[in-house]
């Protein structure tokens, strides 16, 4: 009689896969596909905390807000730095996804960095549960190993196989061999560094102070980890340091590429790191198989270059780098059902974890 209800839960649940990043969050409904891609930040009163923004709305906000108002990137480095405002943003995810279905309470997978500790999983299993999921129905996977899975790559094969997610606040690089992480390396390192380090560059080259947001738009802009065919120059403007009057300035790609060179260095360092260490017969799989690179930072111009001269393997972006974990989330809800039988129970909560 369990089983057949439990079983009628599940016909009426809307199972959901989250890619809860640092600087972005998505979402996938089982059979509807990706519903939701919002900035992962939130926006709050500070006298009440009460929320008043979430997503792109919120992030708009970014440096502009009133002092009663504050815009919160709620994650750091890939995990809960604020447990609150997570969990009223997965709230509001969740019910955005969930739409007009209130009847059951859904099962919900989320993608997790791979170098996670128990504390922090069971701040996310508790969060989700909190903020709407199923209890005792909240499971983890990795992120390398869903981005494996979303971009393609046939995990089950008894041969090796490289991922590179670089995300907003970690690069999680894995090898891949019979549904396992074999090896593999997880580094703080990401999109937001790349921001940092784009703003720092300023600030020591010509006393300027520019916003994350601006900086990001640099990095999109004439950013690059390679030598360009043809080097651009960019208008940037910003608050000077010394006068404190607003001040435009031109800046080239290769001063920009100059600024990148020590998180993109920690990147490729991750990557020489976990080849040096992955088994010979799988390390001889790579040379026909390559590396593949998924996450936002994929789209930093020539990183496929760097990491292939660096490594003298051939690298290749995925198609829709940024949606290549919650696809493989999407997957694995569509298995749901045999998958929970090899999710392995984390400790101390109802909640499962994915691993080898």
Not at 140 to 145: I, Q, R, W
Not at 146 to 165: C, F, L, N, T
Not at 185 to 200: E, L, N
């Amino acid at each position: 009689m369990f089983s057949y209800f439990k079983r009628a839960l599940n016909f009426f649940s809307h199972d959901i896969g989250i890619d809860l990043g640092t600087a972005t969050t998505l979402v996938y409904v089982r059979d509807n596909g990706i519903v939701l891609e919002e900035p992962s930040v939130v926006a709050i009163q500070t006298e009440t905390n009460k929320v008043l923004a979430v997503g792109l709305e919120a992030k708009r906000m970014l440096g502009r807000t009133p002092g009663n108002i504050r815009a919160i990137r709620p994650l750091k480095d890939g995990v809960i730095a604020d447990f609150e405002i997570t969990e009223e943003m997965l709230r509001y995810f969740i019910r955005r996804a969930r739409g007009q279905s209130k009847l059951v309470k859904p099962r919900v997978l989320v993608a997790v960095p791979s170098g996670i500790t128990e504390v922090e999983t069971r701040a996310v299993i508790e969060s989700a549960e909190r903020a709407g999921a199923r209890e005792g129905e909240v499971h983890l996977v990795e992120e390398p190993m869903a981005a494996a899975i979303g971009v393609g790559i046939p995990v089950q094969e008894p041969s090796g196989h490289m991922i590179v997610d670089v995300g907003g606040g970690t690069t999680e690089v894995a090898v891949i061999s019979l549904a396992g992480i074999v090896e593999s390396r997880s580094i703080k390192t990401g999109g937001d560094s790349m921001d940092a380090a784009i703003i720092q560059y300023l600030k020591r080259a010509y006393s300027v102070l520019t916003g994350e947001r601006s900086a990001e738009q640099i990095k999109i802009d004439i950013g690059s980890a390679y030598k360009l065919d043809e080097e651009v120059d960019m208008e940037i403007k910003g608050r000077d340091l010394m006068g404190g009057l607003p001040k435009s300035i031109q800046v080239s790609s290769e001063e920009i590429r100059e600024s990148l060179m020590e998180p993109v260095t920690k990147v490729v360092e991750a990557v020489r790191m976990t080849l040096e260490r992955c088994p010979p017969e799988l390390a001889a799989d790579l040379i026909d198989h390559g590396i593949v690179v998924a996450g936002g930072g994929a789209l930093l111009r020539g990183l496929d270059r760097l990491l292939s001269e660096e490594t003298g393997l051939p690298v290749v972006i995925a198609d829709s780098p940024i949606s290549a974990v919650v696809k493989g989330t999407g997957v694995m809800l569509q298995e749901m059902d045999t998958l929970s039988r090899a999710l392995r129970a984390s400790s101390s909560s109802g909640g499962r974890r994915w691993r080898r």
